[in-house]
Nanobody, 120 residues
Framework: QVQLVESGGGLVQDGGSLRLSCAAS????????MDWYRQAPGKQRELVAA???????NYADSVKGRFTISRNNAKNTVYLQMNSLKPEDTAVYYC??????????????WGQGTQVTVSS
């Protein structure tokens, strides 16, 4: 079994910054892609940013230039640095990973979500 545990959400003012962390633990052989999604009330869950094992990244257009995704492979942890936050960034942020476990099969795992609220 693999668990993803997020931390770092909270309440911040318009223009502020937050850093989210997501630590993966359990029977991990390797981690391919780790990414962050978000879901605002009444909206579909959307991909915010992704980072692959080789370090390549991609971002949603709405966060390019403001958010940065990074990972520490030794700690099986992914981060999302969010700067210049806007009220429209308010959502529950979910960590997700495509993880190869000890049985050498790849599975999809989700964290429990962390609330980010940006006040105007």
């Amino acid at each position: 079994q693999v668990q993803l545990v997020e931390s770092g959400g909270g309440l911040v003012q318009d223009g502020g910054s937050l850093r989210l962390s997501c630590a993966a633990s359990g029977s991990i052989f390797s981690i391919n892609v780790m990414d962050w999604y978000r879901q605002a009330p009444g909206k579909q869950r959307e991909l915010v940013a992704a980072i692959r094992s080789g370090g390549s990244t991609n971002y949603a257009d709405s966060v390019k230039g403001r958010f940065t995704i990074s990972r520490n492979n030794a700690k099986n942890t992914v981060y999302l640095q969010m700067n210049s936050l806007k009220p429209e960034d308010t959502a529950v942020y979910y960590c997700h990973g495509n993880i190869v476990t000890a049985d050498r099969f790849e599975y999809s795992y989700w964290g429990q979500g962390t609330q980010v609220t940006v006040s105007s």
